[in-house]
């Protein structure tokens, strides 16, 4: 994987456009002065997760006795199932219930843009290539950059885009988000397979 799929692939992992109703819903009881903030507060916080899980990823893997092909398996289901979601999404929302007040850590930072497609993504570029660690260093916070434009303007994108158009453009990256799933399965299953033959 090189440098500018891996900033496509984690860019559609975050879903920004996909997030802009969930953000907007979440953040609909928060005093107006304060939303800005607020988001500012999570999108640095799921980047410094990011962060960790793809600086320290290696080593959980490590200490938990995991192979890359373990990472891969279990993030494209996750990932798969996420699409899915996307495609046909529930009437609970994306991610099911979610806290009242106003929001810290769950679930904006972490499942909305931190989620666990994101972090497996971000420890399978790190397993897969260690000596590269910049280019995905540079791919993670230009996705979570993109990502955090779409959300701070999320207003606008709304008024722009409509209800309508959103919607669509989610169920597009859902479809595209299926394809690097099975991608990243079969991927998980070949280098498997390779290390049992």
Same mark, same amino acid.
């Given at each position: ?41 999570? $999108?640095?916080? #799921? ?6 899980? &793809?600086?320290?990823?290696?080593? *959980? !893997?490590?200490? %938990? @006795? ?73 791919? $993670?916070?230009? #996705? ?6 779409? &959300?701070?303007?999320?207003?606008? *994108? !709304?008024?722009? %885009? @409509? ?35």
């Amino acid at each position: 994987m090189d440098l500018m799929t891996a900033f496509i692939t984690l860019l559609f992992v975050m879903d920004p456009l996909g997030n802009v109703p969930i953000f907007l819903s979440v953040l609909k009881n928060v005093d107006p002065a304060r939303r800005q903030r607020v988001l500012a507060r999570e $999108l640095v916080i #799921a980047l410094v997760v990011l962060l960790l899980f &793809l600086w320290g990823g290696a080593a *959980l !893997l490590d200490l %938990l @006795g995991l192979r890359q092909e373990s990472v891969s398996i279990a993030g494209a289901i996750i990932l798969f199932l996420i699409a899915i979601r996307m495609i046909f999404p529930s009437p609970y929302g994306l991610m099911g219930d979610t806290p009242e007040g106003e929001p810290f850590i769950v679930p904006l930072a972490i499942p909305m843009v931190a989620g666990p497609s994101a972090l497996a993504i971000a420890m399978l570029l790190v397993t897969t290539n260690p000596d590269r660690m910049m280019d995905w260093t540079l791919a $993670l916070i230009g #996705a979570w950059a993109a990502s955090a434009v779409c &959300l701070m303007s999320a207003p606008l *994108l !709304l008024r722009v %885009l @409509g209800n309508r158009g959103l919607v669509a453009v989610e169920r597009l990256m859902g479809m595209v988000l299926v394809m690097i799933a099975v991608q990243m399965f079969f991927e998980g299953v070949e280098g498997f397979l390779h290390l049992r033959g």
